[in-house]
């Protein structure tokens, strides 16, 4: 059974750059598409990337030209480079498979403000 677990969340200033993990235990490379969802209180989770294991990558339209999705499978991990960071950008960040998602983990908090 693969658990997620995210990390590297933090408080950034509206242009920053944070980079976010996630590891799978259980095995990444079992699972063909891996995705990062995001989450604001109130409002339902949104699709932000993924990467299936051809290395086929989608962006939310909102994202596109400043966040890096990339998985290591030898490594269970998954990535997210975030550029040029709005206030718009700030929610929980969630990894998980896509389409249909496995039991979610904690997530990890990103706060864009000034």
């Known amino acids: 059974q693969v658990q997620f677990v995210e990390s590297g969340g933090s408080l950034v200033q509206p242009g920053g750059s944070l980079r976010i993990s996630c590891v799978a235990s259980?095995?990444?490379?079992?699972?063909?598409?891996v995705a990062w969802y995001r989450q604001v209180p109130g409002k339902e989770r949104e699709l932000v990337a993924f990467?299936?294991?051809?290395?086929?990558?989608y962006y939310a339209d909102s994202v596109k030209g400043r966040f890096a999705i990339s998985r290591d499978n030898m490594k269970n991990s998954l990535t997210l480079q975030m550029n040029s960071l709005k206030p718009d950008d700030t929610a929980i960040y969630y990894c998980?498979?896509?389409?249909?998602?496995?039991?979610w983990g904690q997530g990890t908090q990103v706060t864009v403000s000034s």
């Open positions: 990467e299936a294991n051809t290395g086929t990558r």
């Open positions: 998980n498979e896509y389409p249909r998602a496995r039991d």
């Open positions: 259980g095995g990444l490379s079992s699972i063909w598409t």
